[in-house]
Nanobody, 125 residues
Framework: QVQLVESGGGWMQTGGSLRLSCAAS????????MGWFRQAPGKEREFVAA????????SYADSVKGRFTISRDNAENTVFLQMNSLKPEDTAVYYC??????????????????WGQGTQVTVSS
């Protein structure tokens, strides 16, 4: 049984940093792109960041570019999201997501094979 378990969410003041982790179990995802989506109250789930299976290429939403960094450790079957310079508009539930594909060119909600349960990130002004 595949499980994606996120951790690292919580409350932070504007300008602060948080680091999210997503540990996968049940199978190895070294051949799959991985990444993060987020969903704020009353809004649709949106793409945040993605990383290719080998970790050589990354992609970010414009709203987080330059502030967030995605990385992965295939030996640990884990993906990370370092979030710096947090803003109140970053407040959302953050979901780890594993694509069915290795590349990130098609990374979207439609390409996701597995979702985590989500972790809340709240940024206060």
């Amino acid at each position: 049984q595949v499980q994606l378990v996120e951790s690292g969410g919580g409350w932070m003041q504007t300008g602060g940093s948080l680091r999210l982790s997503c540990a996968a179990s049940g199978r190895t995802f070294s051949s799959n792109a991985m990444g993060w989506f987020r969903q704020a109250p009353g809004k649709e789930r949106e793409f945040v960041a993605a990383i290719t299976s080998g970790g050589r290429s990354t992609s970010y939403a414009d709203s987080v570019k330059g502030r967030f960094t995605i990385s992965r450790d295939n030996a640990e079957n884990t993906v990370f999201l370092q979030m710096n310079s947090l803003k109140p508009e970053d407040t959302a539930v953050y979901y780890c997501a594993v694509s069915r594909y290795s590349l990130i060119s098609s990374y979207s909600t439609g390409s996701i094979g597995y979702w985590g349960q989500g972790t809340q990130v709240t940024v206060s002004s």
